[in-house]
């Protein structure tokens, strides 16, 4: 049974929003993909980029004005609240393409070559020196990829990350009842405490990486360890970007005084986006960093 | 199911010009989109499909290159998954599902244009290398359309990379379209619908909508894979740094067999919908339909390896996957059962959308029945990558899918324009398509099964009987397509008027609207008793 008791429905007017959409993001894809062809940078891509950018101010600025201009029943609301989580949802599987690649190669691929199960063959025939063990610092043909010097340890830089960002969902929540409280001043306190931590998240992955470069010789093209690695904690990267821009733009609407004790769409879905983005890593820090 | 309307011809105003198209925030407007795109590449996909089927008419080289060859295949099997069939579901379900559930529109509307718009650039990218291709620039995609690694990375032309970001749009478009069916079934359904009173055409979508949440995504994980292999050095899919191009396949594969089951739930939901109004019956089993449907689309998570039982898996790996999908047979086997048992005694006429309903249930079901062959493994060695597997897809993706859709198609355009199509005609259409899909088709199961391999140029000589039989077939079906188009476009432009029930023994929310349906289905809820 859906709701029981709704009046009439709201459809917005008609909306220039898709369209530019669509136009930004081709032109950002046209743009990457001549960037990489060419190995410098075309224009289609910071051109695209900013149009998103436009795209992202004007579409959710256009929103943000309905909202406050009291147009969404109930209903609506709880559209966008259905909409933030099946996006949120999309979002698990699109790391989970990235954490199955790395179970099946750390229990399935990596043992093979090295002669697990009926393999034997493959290791005596493909590569006989390999031995299979995770992280691999040797990889099958360390002539064609060569293997970091050292693995990424998971005390030090990640483990401060992953107090770091368990600590800003802490403060997020507290922002969050201080919201309902109709507590302002701890609201706009705990939210910018949240967004400084994404920050210094952020500063301490760069450093990480930084690291990895330059003293353990650990990179993107380093063997299936490094692969995965770089693409699950550089996606995981990028989420929190987005995730502290989200916040940062909810932190200046509370200091303008949006959002009730009782209506908060906005503020809660970057909320659930933030601590979607806090599980993913400790996942991460478990089986990339730890295990 | 009984319904109280009011209706507010108030509303019912149209923008007017190109902006119209371009603005939308109209489920019947987008879903128009979207229909038109679909039959647009349809003919595109057919018209490289009847250029493999010439190369193919004799033995020897004739027309294209095995370079082209290459690239034909791959584009027709890319174009009619994610350029025809999904976007003609999707605008199949932006049509019905508001006005089969008492909603003014979807729930997201403005996204709703987006996934749409995306669409058109993601098929300009990818049309755009072939075009480039024909003109001597470089190769257009040419690994299949299941770009297996290394195939695509190592060996993939330039214009892969192209491809890949235009997997990336077309699957933000199809994320974007699920997220917006789930918000509208969920949230948008009239007072007194509850969950077991939907149609099930909102039932097979529902289930489908999770299926695409669920699998879109990782296609965009194994493209993304795909990206970093081929230009920044990560070796995912190169055993040489740890890697392997079977995890390509597994990956792939995991997307991809709900993938076949996206392209084939909506078909139950509109053949559940259309053989209980010609019957003049209802739906036989409706729950068991949808718990079916539920455990279908829980099971395509479970049975993805049966597409590589040759690529060297553990015998555990086999075993598990071999009897995982033949359990698929018991809900289809539910589902054929209740629809024979809905024309079982019902007062039966056959205008054109019961003929392609009754079409799609027999040809869809030896479609099935090819499939319980390949899925054991130890005979799928033989068959794999035969024109057999060809023969087994093409019955269920032409003859069930396709087929659905033009019965759907039929169905409901005159409660879309108001008028009635021309009868005679659609049944000529019937006809030579039905007729011309299994001259097309048939043969192909006895070259595959006598060693013919899929996605090659030339052949034994012994072959080229049933492939010539083939080749007429599939220039009688590609021709006979034209009458559609024919035919929908006639009633667009006017023709008998249609009832507002249209059928006989029709039922639902939109059988309630006026025929055509104002802009803005129902502006204010129904109730449904």
């Not at chain 1, 010097?149 to 600590?167: D, H, R, S, V």
């Not at chain 2, 081929?230 to 995890?247: C, K, L």
């Not at chain 2, 005979?379 to 035969?386: C, E, G, L, R, V």
Request: glycine share 8%; aromatic share 16%.
């Amino acid at each position: 049974m859906s709701t029981a008791s709704h009046g009439e429905y709201y459809i917005p007017e008609p909306s220039k929003w898709p369209i530019v959409g669509t136009v930004a993001l081709t032109t950002s894809v046209i743009g990457a993909v001549n960037t990489i062809h060419a190995g410098e940078m075309s224009l289609l891509l910071p051109v695209g980029l900013l149009m998103i950018a436009y795209l992202f101010f004007g579409w959710f600025g256009s929103v943000i004005d309905e909202s406050m201009a009291g147009k969404y029943s109930a209903q609506v609301d709880k559209s966008f609240r259905l909409g933030m989580m099946w996006f949120i949802f999309s979002e698990v599987m699109f790391f989970a393409a990235f954490f199955g690649a790395l179970f099946y190669a750390r229990v399935l691929s990596v043992p093979w070559l090295g002669g697990a199960g009926n393999n034997a063959a493959t290791h005596e025939f493909l590569w006989p020196a390999f031995e299979a063990v995770w992280p691999l610092l040797s990889n099958p043909d360390n002539t064609k990829i060569v293997a970091p010097a050292e693995a990424m340890g998971a005390m030090g830089l990640p483990a401060i990350n992953t107090a770091i960002l368990l600590t800003s969902s802490v403060t997020l929540t507290w922002a969050h009842h201080a919201l309902r409280a109709g507590n302002r001043l701890h609201l706009n306190l705990g939210l910018g405490i949240t967004v400084l931590l994404g920050c210094i998240f952020l500063v301490l992955q760069v450093e990480e990486y930084i690291h990895a470069y330059n003293e353990l010789g650990l990179t993107m093209s380093s063997g299936i360890y490094g692969s995965t690695f770089f693409l699950l904690t550089g996606f995981h990267g990028f989420h929190v970007t987005m995730g502290t821009t989200m916040l940062l733009v909810i932190l200046i609407r509370c200091l303008k005084g949006h959002f009730t004790a009782d209506n908060h769409f906005g503020f809660e879905a970057v909320a659930w986006y933030w601590h979607f983005v806090d599980v993913v890593w400790l996942g991460l820090y478990i089986f990339v960093y730890w295990l | 199911m009984n319904a109280v309307v009011e209706e507010h011809h108030d509303h019912d105003h149209k923008p007017t010009g190109i902006g119209r198209w371009l603005f939308s925030t109209n489920h019947k407007d987008i879903g128009s989109m979207y229909l038109w795109f679909a039959f647009t590449m349809f003919f595109i996909g057919g018209a490289l499909a009847l250029l493999i089927r010439a190369e193919l008419f004799q033995p020897g080289m004739q027309i294209v290159e095995p370079e082209f060859f290459n690239q034909l295949t791959t584009l027709h099997g890319l174009i009619m998954v994610f350029g025809v069939i999904m976007p003609a579901f999707v605008g199949l379900a932006n049509w019905q599902l508001p006005m089969m559930i008492g909603a003014p529109d979807m729930a997201l509307p403005r996204m709703n244009n987006w996934s749409f718009w995306l669409l058109p650039a993601a098929f300009g990218l990818l049309l755009a290398s072939l075009v480039m291709s024909i003109m001597g620039l470089g190769s257009a995609p040419n690994f299949g359309w299941t770009f297996y690694a290394p195939l695509s990375t190592t060996y993939g032309p330039d214009s892969t990379d192209y491809f890949i970001f235009s997997v990336h749009l077309m699957g933000i478009s199809s994320v974007m379209g699920a997220i917006n069916v789930i918000a509208t079934i969920m949230n948008l359904r009239a007072p007194g619908m509850t969950y077991m009173k939907m149609p099930i055409f909102v039932w097979t979508w529902f289930i489908t909508a999770y299926l695409l949440i669920a699998v879109m995504p990782v296609l965009a994980g194994v493209v993304t894979m795909m990206l970093t292999d081929r230009n920044f050095g990560t070796s995912f899919f190169d055993a040489a740094g740890g890697g392997d191009p079977v995890m390509f396949q597994h990956v792939f594969w995991f997307f991809g067999h709900p993938e076949v089951y996206i392209m084939i739930l909506p078909a139950f939901g509109i053949v559940s919908s259309i053989v209980p109004t010609f019957s003049r019956k209802p739906l036989f089993g409706y729950s068991s339909m949808v718990y079916a449907t539920a455990s279908i689309a829980f099971l395509s998570f479970i049975v993805w390896a049966h597409h590589m039982f040759t690529v060297g898996m553990p015998v555990a790996g086999e075993l598990f996957f071999m009897y995982s999908t033949m359990l698929i047979a018991i809900p289809t086997g539910v589902k054929v059962f209740n629809w024979i048992s809905t024309m079982w005694r019902g007062a039966l006429t056959f205008e054109t959308p019961m003929l392609f309903a009754i079409a799609f249930i027999f040809l869809f079901t030896m479609g099935g029945f090819t499939g319980l062959m390949l899925c054991i493994a130890p005979a799928d060695f033989q068959y794999h990558d035969t024109y057999f597997v060809v023969a087994h897809f093409h019955y269920v993706l032409v003859t069930g899918a396709a087929f659905s859709i033009m019965a759907a198609v039929y169905f409901w355009l005159p409660k879309w324009t108001g008028n009635m199509y021309d009868e005679k005609l659609g049944k000529l259409h019937f006809w030579l398509t039905c007729i011309s899909a299994n001259v097309l088709f048939f043969p192909m199961h006895f070259v595959g099964l006598a060693g013919m391999p899929r996605r090659i140029p030339d052949y034994a000589l012994q072959f080229a009987e049933f492939n010539q039989i083939a080749s007429v077939g599939a220039f009688v079906f590609g021709f006979s397509q034209l009458i559609f188009l024919y035919v929908v476009i006639k009633c667009v432009r006017g023709g008998e008027k249609a009832t507002d029930k249209v059928w006989e023994g029709a039922h639902g929310l939109e059988f309630d609207l006026p025929s055509p349906a104002p802009f803005h289905s129902y502006t204010t809820p129904p109730v449904v008793k």
